[in-house]
Every structure is written in structure tokens, then in C-alpha cells.
């Protein structure tokens, strides 16, 4: 007890001298009730959501601010029940009806709001729906998206459509823990997806009732980015042009999927994605322009605070583009970030600091808590804290050669040289830094690392930030006038010059490398210690290396599924005596096929995959059934069977251990330990079989997922 006593004293010690950092622990505590609202099984009633918030507060009001330890404790609870109470009433302020089967074909009526390339001359609508055929309307859902070839669709958004489509729910992970689609759209309130049958035709009775202003608004500003967004891809050029309209409209459907597979294999893909360093880019290229000119006027500059009018244009750009880039969550995000940056400029506070960014996490967690489970916030707080967090560790060297400032370096001349070396080493710290903080997490959500990322990164972000996004401004400030053509040709060329880099990188051996998806506790433990690692002072930071090995540890030795079976019983797919997994052959499910494989780090495609008829463990199949025999880590044989045909059902239910079948068996197979048929994959969506040491585990996405209002099995109002 008495070395117990100490420890305690000994980390209340710690956490007592640093109080000043305690701020910057609130978000991460609203961003654990948040993630505790997404891991409960049955959608939280209200008392249960507020309990932790109640509780808190009567902790903190009955220990008092005089003593800070036990009052800061009591306050981190209550911050988490905040985030608790945040996610549940967002989740309630979406809440839209979603289709529960397929449906169609149908008549869908609705406003255009977006419309977005694909490829294979496709394009994808989404729908404001006012009304679907044969859906009531408590019943009908409130977005759909809807695909179409690119010569069917409509010419913009904001126009009011009737169309024949086929429809379909939003769709459920593809394996147990993988990325759940369904949760994404319920909280995009889109309620189907689906197809068109026919090309869209007027409907004037809905044009004749008229739209909310705002949703007009919003019709025109995608109209600006559409036109904008044709401008740009017609004069900076056929290679260039569809890459340079992505960086600044965010449409990216032009990019060819060869360009885009060569950027994301070069690790080059968050270029691509309207973030922090674009809206830094655009709003710091207009606050150091503003602050020249006002320099430059002496009688000006003796009148106002030069720096405070420019950060008020630099938030004034970002706002601008950050309508034109799409205003996407990402987009959203970003702007916040970059304004809250130069409103501490505005209030003499430091633009850059690890209070900053946690009051920039506060803001967007209040405001949508689901960006805690999206990737795109989560790489970008990793790599913006994680830069801050280094730079306030190193920003003694700033008085020297690491800043770069002339007169700070003695005699020695200032030269072009000297520049362009302290931004290279600038710029290389900067990526290797960002890469180690990004990397576990392109790992976790992707399943792929770039490999060279480093050095493709090394070229590329001075490229972008030194001469295409500056380019790009002056191309938007200048287009109103017809004057943007130069700027938009070198900005093509720019451009180009970074396919062509992504090109020439993702081609070097090993550019990308696959990592099998580990458990999802692996995350938070992870983020865990890494946020450790970055937001404490003292030396005992570094007890974030405990947390980030054990994640390491719990990766590498989880077993994955030894079965996958798609939710319509349409595939399924065997580990085999090698480690790699069989598919059965199917027509469809190639979407769960490809997904299986990602998951398990196979590069093969699914054709390569597809039923070896030898080998033990690998399927034989036939046009009725296929069979394999499979050993757990014991080396205890099961035989595994897959029916496709009832003729199959007496023969294969005989001497199996585990069956799957596509139909439904009615109690017709009474033998096998494990019996999962169309009925339960109709009500549970995909299985996997894990082989463990107690025998066969199956896992279902109902049983992870759970009964909350984006899965079919929650109960609708």
C-alpha cells in the first residue's frame, strides 16, 4: 500500500506542476465520451447519456476550485459526459428515415444538390428528395444518392429532377469491424443509395413550390465551382488541369483513377484533400500579401496594426474558399483550424500552439461529433499536433540557422542558398515528423503506407506551397476579370510536374506497403499514447511509448478471420494452409472480395484469389457447393462447407462442421456445430469464422455494430 501511496503522490505531484497544460487534455476528454457513445451496443437512453455529465459537475461542486487536483478530475469527467450528451444529440438532431430494402424500380422527385465524376463515364447525383413512389412520407428518406452515366445527368445542381431508379439501404460494413458505410450516411442523412433507369426529366410541380433561400444559396455557389472548376481543367491542360480544379474546388472526379492510385501509392493523396495545409496555403499567401502592402505605405502602416487587417482578409480568403472548395466536412474542419490560428494573431495571442489546436478540437467535436471516427480528423490532428508539439520542443533553435532569419546568424551573408537549404531541411523535418504521426493511422483506415512518402513529400510540398496554391489564389482572384489564364497555365504545369512525381515514385519497387487491419482497440490505446507523447511538458511524456508498443504488440498478434461470408451469402472466402484467403466464385460481391483482401494485406486481385480447386484448405467447389478442410491454431481439423443449390443441402450437411449456405435451410441441417444460412445473414449482415484455440468464434457486424439508428436492425420511429 505504501509504494501503491506513492506512485499516486508521485503522479498528482507531476500533474500538479503542470497545470497550464491541463486545457489542453478538454478536447481529448469530449472526444472520449464521444468515443463512448459510439461503442455501446443499444442506442443509450437520455438519463444514461447525461449521467456522466451529472455526475462530474457534482464532483467538481463538491470538492471546490481550491483544491485543483480533485476539481480538475471531476471537470474531466464532466467534459467527457459533455461529449456523451454531444454525440447522442447530434445522432438525434439527423435523425431521417433510411430504406430497409431494396426498392424499385420507383419514381424519385427531388432537388439536385451535388453532383460528382466518377469513373467509367459515371456520375453520382445526391438528392434532396421530396418524394419517392410508394414510400409514405414518414418513410421516405431525406438525401439519396444516386449513380448515372455522365451523358444522362443533369447539367447542374439546384434544378429540381424526376427520375426512375432502382433503390437500396445504405449498405453494412463487409466484414465485422470493417468501415461502416451505414453510420457515415446516417449522419449525411442519406437514407438510399441506388441507380438510375431513366434519364432525369423536369419536375415542375416541385420547381413551382419553390426552395429556402439557403438551399438556393447553396445551388449557386455549386454552380460557381462547376464552372470554375470547367475553367480550370480547360486552360491549365489535359494532364494538369483535372489535379489544379481539385486543389481548388475540391471536385476531383476528373482526375483519371491511373493519377489518382499513383498519388495516393506515392503518399502524396493529402494534397488532394482541401485540408489544413491548403487553407493555410491560401489564407497565409493573402495575410502576407495584405501585410506587405500595408508595409509598404508608410502612412498607412503608422496607422494601423498591419498584421491584425491582414489575419482578418486571411480569414476573410478562407472563408471564400472555403465555399468554393465544397464546403465538405474536411473543408470545414480546415477553416476552423486556419481562423482560429489568426484570430490569436487578431488578440496579440502566438498563432501557432498546442491551446490553439485544442480549442480548434473543442469547436469541431461541439459541433459534429462524428468526425471523431473519420479519418480525415483524425490524421489531421495527429500531424498538426504532433508538429506543434516538436516545434515547441525545439523553438530555442529558432534564434539560429533553424529559423532562417537574416541578422540572426552573426556576419555571415544572407544568400539564396542559405534559404533554400533551411526550407528543404524545414520542409524535411516537417514530413518526417507528420509521416510518423499519420502513418499508424493510414495503416489502421487504409490498410496501405506509402514508402516513400518522405521523399515524394520532399519535392512535392514546396512545390505546392511556393508556386501551385499561390498561382491558384491569384488565378481566383483574377478570373472575375478574364485575367486568370497565365496563372492557370503555370499553374497546369505545376500541376503536371506532380503527376508526374506521383507517377515516378509510386512506380519505384515496394511504393506501397499492404498492413492487415488489426483490432480496433488498437486505435484509442494508440492515440492514447500519442497524445501523451506530444501535450506533456516533463519527461514523463515519454510514458506515452508504453501504450503506443502495446498497441504495436496487440497488432501483431491478433488472428484474423479464418472465414468471411458477404451479407447475401452471394461469397465467401477461406484462409488457406499458406495464410492467404480463396474466394469462392461469384458473379457479384466483388466489392466485399476486394475489401476481404485489403483487410488481410493481399495484393492479389480478386480473380487471382478465386477458388484453387487443390491444396488442403483451399475451397473445391462445384456448381452446387464448395468444401474445405481448415485447422485451428491446435491443428484440430474442421470441414467447412458452402451451399449453393438446395440439391447440395443432405450431402454437404452430413459430414460438415461448419456450413453457409446461400439459401435458406429451413432446420434442414441439424448436424454441423455452426449452421449460418441466408435468414441469419439477412438479419446479421457478414460473419467471419475465427478457428481459436476454444474452438470456432463467429463474429457478426450486428454483433459489433450493435442496435443503434444507422444499423436495419434499430427500430424506426
Given at each position: 500500500m505504501?509504494v501503491?501511496?506513492?506512485?499516486i503522490?508521485?503522479?498528482?505531484?507531476?500533474?500538479?506542476a503542470?497545470?497550464?497544460?491541463?486545457?489542453?487534455w478538454?478536447?481529448?476528454?469530449l472526444?472520449?465520451?464521444?468515443?463512448f457513445y459510439f461503442?455501446?451496443?443499444?442506442e443509450?437512453?437520455?438519463?444514461?447519456?447525461a449521467?456522466?455529465?451529472?455526475v462530474?459537475?457534482?464532483m467538481?461542486?463538491?470538492?471546490?476550485?481550491a483544491r485543483a487536483l480533485?476539481?480538475?478530475?471531476?471537470?474531466a469527467?464532466?467534459?467527457?459526459?459533455l461529449g456523451?450528451?454531444?454525440?447522442?444529440?447530434?445522432?438525434?438532431?439527423?435523425?431521417a428515415?433510411?430504406?430497409?430494402?431494396?426498392?424499385?424500380p420507383?419514381m424519385v422527385?427531388?432537388?439536385?444538390?451535388?453532383?460528382?465524376p466518377?469513373?467509367s463515364?459515371?456520375?453520382?447525383?445526391?438528392?434532396q428528395v421530396?418524394?419517392?413512389?410508394?414510400l409514405?412520407a414518414v418513410?421516405?428518406?431525406?438525401?439519396v444518392?444516386?449513380?448515372?452515366?455522365?451523358?444522362?445527368a443533369?447539367?447542374?445542381?439546384?434544378?429540381?429532377?424526376k427520375?426512375?431508379?432502382?433503390?437500396?439501404p445504405?449498405?453494412?460494413?463487409?466484414?465485422?469491424g470493417?468501415?461502416?458505410?451505414?453510420?457515415r450516411s446516417?449522419?449525411?442523412?442519406?437514407g438510399a443509395?441506388g441507380h438510375?433507369l431513366?434519364r432525369p426529366?423536369r419536375?415542375?410541380?416541385?420547381?413551382?413550390?419553390?426552395?429556402?433561400w439557403?438551399?438556393?444559396?447553396g445551388a449557386?455557389?455549386?454552380g460557381?465551382?462547376?464552372a470554375?472548376a470547367?475553367?480550370?481543367?480547360?486552360?491549365?491542360?489535359?494532364?494538369?488541369?483535372?489535379v489544379?480544379?481539385?486543389?481548388?474546388?475540391?471536385l476531383?472526379?476528373?482526375?483519371?483513377k491511373?493519377?489518382?492510385?499513383?498519388?495516393?501509392?506515392?503518399?502524396l493523396?493529402h494534397?488532394?484533400?482541401?485540408?489544413?495545409?491548403?487553407?493555410?496555403l491560401?489564407s497565409?499567401?493573402?495575410?502576407w500579401v495584405?501585410?506587405?502592402?500595408?508595409?509598404a505605405?508608410p502612412?498607412l502602416?503608422?496607422?494601423?496594426v498591419?498584421k491584425?487587417w491582414?489575419?482578418g482578409?486571411?480569414i476573410?480568403?478562407?472563408?471564400?474558399y472555403?465555399f468554393?472548395?465544397g464546403?465538405?466536412?474536411?473543408?470545414?474542419?480546415a477553416?476552423?483550424?486556419?481562423a482560429?490560428?489568426l484570430?490569436?494573431v487578431?488578440v496579440?495571442?502566438p498563432?501557432?500552439?498546442?491551446r490553439n489546436?485544442a480549442?480548434a478540437?473543442?469547436?469541431?467535436?461541439a459541433?459534429?461529433?462524428e468526425?471523431?471516427?473519420e479519418?480525415g480528423?483524425?490524421m489531421?490532428?495527429?500531424?498538426?499536433?504532433?508538429?506543434?508539439a516538436?516545434?515547441?520542443?525545439?523553438?530555442?533553435?529558432?534564434?539560429?540557422?533553424?529559423?532562417?532569419?537574416p541578422?540572426d546568424h552573426?556576419?555571415?551573408?544572407?544568400?539564396?542558398?542559405?534559404?533554400?537549404?533551411?526550407?528543404l531541411?524545414?520542409?524535411?523535418v516537417?514530413t518526417?515528423?507528420?509521416?510518423?504521426a499519420?502513418?499508424?493511422?493510414?495503416?489502421?483506415?487504409?490498410?496501405?503506407?506509402?514508402?516513400?512518402?518522405l521523399?515524394?513529400?520532399l519535392?512535392?510540398v514546396?512545390?505546392?506551397?511556393f508556386a501551385?496554391?499561390?498561382?491558384?489564389?491569384?488565378?481566383?482572384v483574377?478570373?472575375?476579370?478574364?485575367?486568370?489564364g497565365?496563372?492557370?497555365?503555370?499553374?497546369?504545369m505545376?500541376?503536371?510536374?506532380?503527376?508526374?512525381?506521383?507517377?515516378?515514385?509510386a512506380?519505384?519497387?515496394g511504393?506501397?506497403?499492404l498492413?492487415a487491419?488489426?483490432?480496433?482497440?488498437?486505435?484509442?490505446?494508440?492515440?492514447l499514447?500519442?497524445l501523451w507523447?506530444?501535450?506533456?511538458?516533463?519527461?514523463?511524456r515519454?510514458?506515452?511509448?508504453v501504450?503506443?508498443?502495446l498497441?504495436?504488440?496487440?497488432?501483431?498478434?491478433?488472428p484474423p478471420?479464418?472465414?468471411?461470408?458477404d451479407?447475401?451469402?452471394?461469397?465467401v472466402a477461406v484462409?488457406a494452409?499458406?495464410?492467404?484467403l480463396?474466394?469462392?466464385?461469384?458473379?457479384?460481391?466483388?466489392y466485399?472480395a476486394?475489401?476481404?483482401?485489403r483487410?488481410?494485406?493481399?495484393?492479389r486481385k480478386i480473380s487471382?484469389?478465386t477458388?484453387?480447386?487443390?491444396?488442403?484448405?483451399?475451397?473445391?467447389c462445384d456448381p452446387?457447393?464448395?468444401?474445405?478442410?481448415?485447422?485451428?491454431?491446435?491443428?484440430?481439423?474442421?470441414r467447412?462447407?458452402?451451399i449453393?443449390?438446395?440439391?447440395?443441402?443432405s450431402?454437404?450437411?452430413?459430414?460438415?462442421?461448419i456450413?453457409?449456405?446461400?439459401?435458406?435451410?429451413?432446420?434442414l441441417?441439424?448436424?454441423?456445430?455452426i449452421?449460418?444460412?441466408?435468414?441469419?445473414?439477412?438479419?446479421?449482415?457478414?460473419h467471419?469464422?475465427?478457428?481459436?484455440r476454444?474452438?470456432?468464434?463467429v463474429?457478426?457486424?450486428l454483433?459489433?455494430?450493435?442496435?443503434r439508428?444507422?444499423t436495419?436492425a434499430y427500430?424506426?420511429?
Amino acid at each position: 500500500m505504501a509504494v501503491l501511496a506513492a506512485g499516486i503522490g508521485g503522479l498528482a505531484a507531476r500533474l500538479d506542476a503542470e497545470q497550464d497544460r491541463w486545457f489542453l487534455w478538454s478536447p481529448v476528454m469530449l472526444g472520449a465520451g464521444i468515443g463512448f457513445y459510439f461503442v455501446f451496443e443499444h442506442e443509450p437512453a437520455w438519463w444514461l447519456a447525461a449521467l456522466p455529465l451529472i455526475v462530474g459537475c457534482a464532483m467538481a461542486w463538491r470538492v471546490g476550485a481550491a483544491r485543483a487536483l480533485a476539481f480538475a478530475l471531476s471537470v474531466a469527467v464532466a467534459v467527457a459526459g459533455l461529449g456523451l450528451v454531444a454525440a447522442k444529440t447530434r445522432s438525434e438532431l439527423v435523425w431521417a428515415p433510411k430504406l430497409d430494402k431494396k426498392l424499385g424500380p420507383v419514381m424519385v422527385e427531388g432537388w439536385v444538390e451535388a453532383l460528382e465524376p466518377r469513373g467509367s463515364g459515371r456520375v453520382s447525383a445526391l438528392i434532396q428528395v421530396v418524394r419517392i413512389e410508394r414510400l409514405a412520407a414518414v418513410k421516405t428518406p431525406a438525401r439519396v444518392r444516386l449513380t448515372m452515366s455522365r451523358g444522362m445527368a443533369p447539367e447542374r445542381t439546384g434544378v429540381a429532377i424526376k427520375v426512375l431508379a432502382m433503390l437500396r439501404p445504405p449498405p453494412r460494413p463487409v466484414a465485422p469491424g470493417a468501415y461502416d458505410f451505414s453510420r457515415r450516411s446516417w449522419f449525411r442523412q442519406i437514407g438510399a443509395y441506388g441507380h438510375t433507369l431513366s434519364r432525369p426529366g423536369r419536375a415542375a410541380r416541385i420547381e413551382a413550390a419553390g426552395r429556402s433561400w439557403s438551399a438556393q444559396a447553396g445551388a449557386w455557389i455549386d454552380g460557381i465551382r462547376a464552372a470554375t472548376a470547367a475553367r480550370v481543367m480547360t486552360i491549365a491542360g489535359q494532364k494538369g488541369g483535372p489535379v489544379a480544379a481539385a486543389l481548388l474546388t475540391g471536385l476531383r472526379g476528373g482526375i483519371p483513377k491511373a493519377d489518382l492510385r499513383a498519388i495516393r501509392d506515392a503518399g502524396l493523396a493529402h494534397l488532394l484533400a482541401i485540408s489544413g495545409l491548403h487553407m493555410a496555403l491560401m489564407s497565409g499567401a493573402a495575410f502576407w500579401v495584405v501585410r506587405a502592402l500595408i508595409a509598404a505605405m508608410p502612412w498607412l502602416a503608422l496607422r494601423v496594426v498591419g498584421k491584425k487587417w491582414a489575419a482578418g482578409v486571411g480569414i476573410f480568403t478562407g472563408f471564400i474558399y472555403f465555399f468554393l472548395a465544397g464546403g465538405s466536412v474536411a473543408t470545414e474542419r480546415a477553416f476552423i483550424m486556419v481562423a482560429v490560428a489568426l484570430v490569436a494573431v487578431m488578440v496579440d495571442r502566438p498563432a501557432i500552439s498546442l491551446r490553439n489546436v485544442a480549442l480548434a478540437a473543442l469547436i469541431i467535436l461541439a459541433m459534429k461529433p462524428e468526425s471523431l471516427i473519420e479519418a480525415g480528423f483524425q490524421m489531421s490532428f495527429a500531424a498538426v499536433v504532433a508538429l506543434t508539439a516538436f516545434y515547441e520542443r525545439v523553438r530555442h533553435l529558432g534564434q539560429g540557422d533553424f529559423a532562417g532569419r537574416p541578422g540572426d546568424h552573426g556576419d555571415q551573408p544572407w544568400s539564396a542558398g542559405r534559404v533554400i537549404t533551411k526550407t528543404l531541411i524545414g520542409v524535411l523535418v516537417t514530413t518526417l515528423v507528420a509521416s510518423l504521426a499519420t502513418s499508424p493511422l493510414a495503416a489502421f483506415q487504409f490498410n496501405r503506407v506509402a514508402v516513400y512518402g518522405l521523399a515524394s513529400n520532399l519535392i512535392a510540398v514546396p512545390l505546392v506551397g511556393f508556386a501551385i496554391m499561390p498561382l491558384g489564389l491569384l488565378a481566383l482572384v483574377t478570373m472575375p476579370f478574364g485575367l486568370d489564364g497565365p496563372a492557370l497555365a503555370l499553374m497546369g504545369m505545376g500541376t503536371g510536374a506532380l503527376v508526374e512525381i506521383s507517377r515516378a515514385v509510386a512506380g519505384w519497387p515496394g511504393a506501397a506497403a499492404l498492413v492487415a487491419s488489426p483490432p480496433a482497440m488498437v486505435l484509442p490505446i494508440l492515440g492514447l499514447g500519442g497524445l501523451w507523447l506530444c501535450l506533456w511538458r516533463g519527461s514523463w511524456r515519454y510514458w506515452g511509448l508504453v501504450p503506443i508498443a502495446l498497441a504495436v504488440v496487440i497488432a501483431g498478434l491478433a488472428p484474423p478471420p479464418d472465414i468471411y461470408v458477404d451479407e447475401d451469402g452471394a461469397r465467401v472466402a477461406v484462409r488457406a494452409d499458406d495464410g492467404r484467403l480463396t474466394l469462392s466464385k461469384a458473379r457479384g460481391a466483388r466489392y466485399p472480395a476486394a475489401q476481404w483482401l485489403r483487410r488481410n494485406a493481399d495484393p492479389r486481385k480478386i480473380s487471382a484469389a478465386t477458388a484453387a480447386p487443390t491444396g488442403e484448405g483451399a475451397l473445391i467447389c462445384d456448381p452446387r457447393a464448395c468444401a474445405a478442410t481448415l485447422n485451428d491454431a491446435r491443428g484440430t481439423a474442421f470441414r467447412f462447407a458452402y451451399i449453393r443449390h438446395p440439391a447440395a443441402i443432405s450431402e454437404e450437411c452430413r459430414g460438415a462442421d461448419i456450413v453457409v449456405a446461400k439459401i435458406p435451410l429451413n432446420d434442414l441441417c441439424i448436424g454441423p456445430a455452426i449452421v449460418i444460412d441466408r435468414t441469419d445473414l439477412k438479419r446479421a449482415g457478414a460473419h467471419a469464422i475465427r478457428l481459436g484455440r476454444n474452438g470456432p468464434q463467429v463474429t457478426t457486424v450486428l454483433s459489433v455494430a450493435g442496435d443503434r439508428p444507422w444499423t436495419r436492425a434499430y427500430r424506426q420511429r
